[in-house]
Structures are given as structure tokens and as C-alpha cells.
């Protein structure tokens, strides 16, 4: 069962529930009221009987006859003794020597009942007649409370005709108003099945309400979704034909080199070290993978201690001079203590990484200024360099996988595969701090790396 038809169902059950209990109400509250009625005008009856009641020298009841009625036509009266015999009744019901209410006249008590008399429905007083404390007779008085019936039985025609009506509207009310606040979904979810047969990611779910409802909102969800599956997707693949492609190269210059010696039929040295250089990006670009995977899957855990960055940063200074050999000078100066709380080795790696950046693209004779500064609650580490810089349109994507400038493209066998910069900065961002680069093209590159400082104790 849709769930429209079960709404619809439920609302008009709901409907037909609240009319069932104000009909039941209305009825009560309407049939009090009318019996009500009928029962002060049997009191006022029996008031102005027994004002001429009299009662002969025995004790014994003496009317001589019932005095005119306002309802003589609508009330029966019967007068009886104290022996259980009629005395006198009502010229209407003159043949009747029934009581009107035999129970009542019984129990000698004064009480309203209804009775039937035949077929008739009777409204009947009873009031015993009293001298002092001794009995001497009863008097009762009836009406026929057939008015009454046939309002009560007119009352529950309206009243069901009116709620059947009520209950029909409100179904087809709600039926409507359902369809139109579920064609939305509708049309989302044939959107989102279109996706998924088309399997075309770029599609958008389409939608004309409005924003800021439960509908609009869902929408909006559905679409930020696709786009970031898209997204997810997309990345996914340029990182597949990226990989194949840096795989592509050296495995290319190894199988040539290995050709080329088979044909020589000896080990030419020239080869062998091509091959050994291969190998070893193809092993580092394994590791930086691994590294990645590692990092993305949050398999890679970091050793928080405290490290003095400092220290670090001289450590880094020394190890450095053997690749900055001749090229470049490496300056290290304006340090301050810093203490943070970091893992040891992989704040050293990228440091390392950027450091070797800061070598690799700085052209002969040009210099790399490393420092490291207090400012304010945290510590920031600085590497420039006076190198070929980055250009304004690459500086946003250096830090995506495999993303290397424009320039740096043309591959030579220390160059890297765009790795570096993106582990760097999973490592920085998972320190809670932050890498960023500044750059001028022509001018030089700094790259800027900011820690939260550790608490003095
Ligand atoms: P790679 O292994 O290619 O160096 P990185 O992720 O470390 O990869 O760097 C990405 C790209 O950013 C590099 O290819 C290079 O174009 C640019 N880059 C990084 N550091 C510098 C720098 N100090 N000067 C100029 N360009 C840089």
C-alpha cells in the first residue's frame, strides 16, 4: 500500500474518529435537555394537581374532578389510592385501568421513568400522596415522548449524513493535498534512478520549489551527494591513469635498457645505472603510494611527543648539505627555541621534502633560508628559496596527488611525482597546523609550516 493511500486512510479515519465522539456528545448534551423539558412540565402537572387534592373526613382521597391542564392533551394523569385502586384519570386515557408506571407505583417512591404503554413511549412521574407522615394514594403523569424520539432519531440522520460527508472530503482533501506534496519525490526518485541506469554521475536531481522546506532540502542533499560521488569518482580515475602513467615511464627506460644490453649481449654500465635510478623511483613512488593509502584509509598513526623544532630543523640543515652540494647555499638562521607536540619522523620527512623542493627548483648559485619563529601561541617554520617559483595559475593545485607544475613536467630522473606535497600536508593538517606556500614566478617560493606551540609546564 502506497504511502499516500495510507495517509489519506489514516487522516479521514482520524476525521470520522473526532465527529464520532463530538455526534456522541452533541447527542447526550441534546437529549438531557429535552428530557429535561418534558420532566419540569410533568413537575408543574403535578403541581397544580395536588393543590386541589382533598381529603374527605376517613382520610380517604376526595378529588371530585382533575383541574383544567396548559397540556391536557399532552398529559395523562392517573390518581391512585392507597387500597391500589384508580380513583380518577384523565378523560384521554379514561379506559385504561393499567398503571402508566407500575414499577414506580410499586416501590411507592416519587421517581421519573420511561415506560411503554403498548407502543407508546411514555415520559411517567410518580409522587406518592401524602396527609402528614401517612400515604394515602399516589398521582402519576405521563407524556408521550414521541417528539422527542423523532428529534433524537432526525438528530443521528444529520448528524451521520453530515460526517459521512465530512469523512469523504477530508479523504479526497487529503488524497489531493498528499499527491501534490509527494510529486516532488516523484520526481527525485526517477531522477536518482536515471543516475544510477545512465550511471552518469553529472547528472543533477531537478527542482523548482522552494529551498527551505523538508523537500527542498532533501533535494539539495541528494545533489550535494552526486556531486561529491562525482567528485570522489572522478579523482578516483585521474589517480588510476596517473599512476599507470608514472608506473609507464621507468618500467619503459628499464625495459629498454635490458633490451639494448641483450642485444649487446654484455652489462653496460651506462644501462645498469639507468636501471638502478628506475627502480628506485619506482620504489619510492610505491612507498608514497603505500604512504597515501595508508593515510586515506587512517591506517597511518602518528606518535605524538614532544619535539624540540629546533634541533629538528638543524638536523634537517646538516643532512642537506650533501644533496645542496655546489648548487645551492642552504642559510639557516634567525631560530628560536620551539618546543611542539608532534610525531618526530614525520615532521622530519617533511621537512626533508620541502627542503629538497626548495634545492631541486632553485636553478645554480641561488640560496634556500631556513627559520623557525615564535609567533605568538605558535611556531612557525619557514623554508624560501630564491628559485624559479611557482606559477600564480599552479600554486592552488600543488598539494593534489600528482600534480607537478607546468614547467617541472619535463621529467628528468630526480624529479619527483607530486606526491611530496600532499603527504606533506596530510602530515601538517593531522599535527593541526598548517602548510602554506607563497610564491612569485621568477622570484623564489616560501613555504611556511604553523604548529600550536607546546604549553610551557
Ligand atoms: P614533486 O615530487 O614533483 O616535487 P611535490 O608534491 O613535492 O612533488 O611538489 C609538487 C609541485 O610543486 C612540483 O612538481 C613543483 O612544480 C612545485 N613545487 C614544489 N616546491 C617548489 C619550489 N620550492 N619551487 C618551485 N616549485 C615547487
Redesign the pocket.
Known amino acids: 500500500m502506497s504511502l499516500r493511500l495510507r495517509l489519506t486512510m489514516l487522516y479521514s479515519l482520524f476525521m470520522g474518529g473526532i465527529l464520532l465522539v463530538f455526534g456522541v456528545v452533541v447527542f447526550i448534551l441534546i437529549n438531557v435537555i429535552l428530557l429535561n423539558q418534558v420532566d419540569t412540565m410533568l413537575a408543574s402537572v403535578v403541581h397544580d394537581i395536588t393543590k386541589v387534592t382533598r381529603v374527605n373526613a376517613v382520610g380517604e382521597l376526595n378529588i371530585i374532578s382533575l383541574p383544567p391542564l396548559d397540556m391536557a392533551s399532552n398529559a395523562y394523569v392517573q390518581v391512585w389510592g392507597q387500597d391500589g385502586k384508580l380513583v380518577t384519570s384523565s378523560a384521554s386515557i379514561a379506559a385504561l385501568t393499567t398503571s402508566l408506571d407500575e414499577y414506580a407505583l410499586k416501590s411507592g417512591e416519587t421517581m421519573y421513568r420511561d415506560s411503554w404503554l403498548e407502543a407508546a413511549h411514555l415520559r411517567v412521574l410518580t409522587v406518592p400522596l401524602k396527609m402528614g407522615a401517612h400515604k394515602i394514594g399516589a398521582l402519576q403523569v405521563g407524556t408521550s415522548l414521541a417528539v422527542v424520539d423523532a428529534s433524537q432519531r432526525t438528530l443521528i440522520s444529520v448528524m451521520m449524513i453530515v460526517a459521512i460527508i465530512a469523512v469523504l472530503i477530508s479523504g479526497i482533501g487529503s488524497w489531493v493535498l498528499l499527491g501534490r506534496a509527494f510529486s516532488p519525490l516523484e520526481v527525485i526518485t526517477y531522477a536518482v534512478d536515471r543516475v544510477n541506469h545512465a550511471d552518469d554521475l553529472s547528472r543533477r536531481v531537478p527542482y523548482a520549489g522552494r529551498r527551505n522546506n523538508e523537500i527542498g532540502n532533501l533535494v539539495e542533499s541528494i545533489n550535494q551527494t552526486l556531486e561529491r560521488l562525482e567528485s570522489l569518482f572522478t579523482s578516483q580515475q585521474r589517480f588510476l591513469a596517473d599512476v599507470s602513467h608514472e608506473l609507464r615511464t621507468p618500467l619503459t627506460v628499464i625495459k629498454g635498457n635490458v633490451d639494448l644490453m641483450r642485444r649487446m649481449k654484455e652489462a653496460d654500465e651506462e644501462s645498469l645505472t639507468s636501471i638502478d635510478q628506475e627502480a628506485g623511483r619506482l620504489s619510492r613512488l610505491v612507498g608514497g603510494l603505500l604512504m597515501l593509502a595508508q593515510a586515506e584509509s587512517g591506517k597511518l598513526t602518528l606518535n605524538f611527543n614532544p619535539v624540540e623544532l629546533d634541533l629538528l630543523l638543524t638536523e634537517v640543515f646538516t643532512e642537506m648539505q650533501v644533496l645542496a652540494k655546489n648548487k645551492v647555499t642552504i642559510h639557516l638562521n634567525d631560530i628560536d627555541q620551539v618546543m611542539v607536540k608532534g610525531d618526530r619522523d614525520r615532521l622530519k620527512q617533511v621537512l626533508l621534502?620541502l627542503v629538497s623542493?626548495?634545492i631541486q627548483?632553485t636553478p645554480q648559485g641561488g640560496d634556500v633560508f631556513l627559520g623557525l619563529a615564535k609567533i605568538g601561541e605558535q611556531a612557525r617554520l619557514t623554508i624560501r628559496?630564491t628559485?624559479?617559483?611557482?606559477p600564480a595559475e599552479?600554486l592552488p593545485h600543488?598539494f593534489d596527488r600528482f600534480?607537478?607544475?607546468e614547467k617541472?613536467r619535463t621529467r628528468s630522473s630526480f624529479?619527483?611525482?607530486?606526491?611530496?606535497?600532499?603527504i606533506a600536508q596530510w602530515i601538517v593538517e593531522h599535527h593541526g597546523g598548517q602548510l602554506k606556500v607563497e610564491?612569485k614566478e621568477g622570484k623564489g617560493?616560501t613555504f611556511a609550516i604553523w604548529l600550536a606551540l607546546l604549553p610551557e609546564p
Open positions: 621534502n623542493n626548495a627548483y628559496d628559485g624559479a617559483g611557482i599552479d600543488i600534480y607537478r607544475a617541472s624529479s619527483g611525482f607530486g606526491l611530496g606535497l600532499s610564491s617560493s
